[in-house]
């Protein structure tokens, strides 16, 4: 079995920071792309950042300059660091993770952490 931690998150003001981690733990063979999603009311979820194995990254334009994605591999971490933050920012954060785990010849799935609430006001 395989599950995703999340810990971080919580209420900010517009211009501070916060940091979120996730742990990837269980059966796991290999651990691929790492990322963050988030989700704000009433909108689609969408990606915010995601790195590789090798530390290679993507980050949405929205958030570019202000948020930097990082990994541990040797403990299946990924971490986001939020600075600079908005109201706009506001959402539930998921993390996810390629994950093959064991014994499943291979075979990668997409894993997603429990959903961490950041919220942006003053």
């Known amino acids: 079995q395989v599950q995703l931690v999340q810990s971080g998150g919580g209420l900010v003001q517009p211009g501070g920071s916060l940091r979120l981690s996730c742990a990837a733990s269980?059966?796991?063979?290999?651990?691929?792309?790492m990322g963050w999603h988030r989700q704000a009311p009433g909108k689609q979820r969408e990606s915010v950042a995601a790195?590789?194995?090798?530390?290679?990254?993507n980050i949405a334009d929205s958030v570019k300059g202000r948020f930097t994605i990082s990994r541990d591999n040797a403990n299946n971490t990924v971490y986001l660091q939020m600075n600079s933050l908005k109201p706009e920012d506001t959402a539930v954060y998921y993390c996810?993770?390629?994950?093959?785990?064991?014994?499943?010849?291979?075979?990668?799935?997409?894993?997603w952490g429990q959903g961490t609430q950041v919220t942006v006001s003053s």
């Open positions: 996810n993770a390629d994950i093959s785990p064991l014994g499943s010849s291979g075979s990668v799935s997409k894993y």
């Open positions: 269980g059966n796991i063979f290999s651990v691929s792309t």
């Open positions: 790195i590789t194995r090798y530390g290679r990254t």
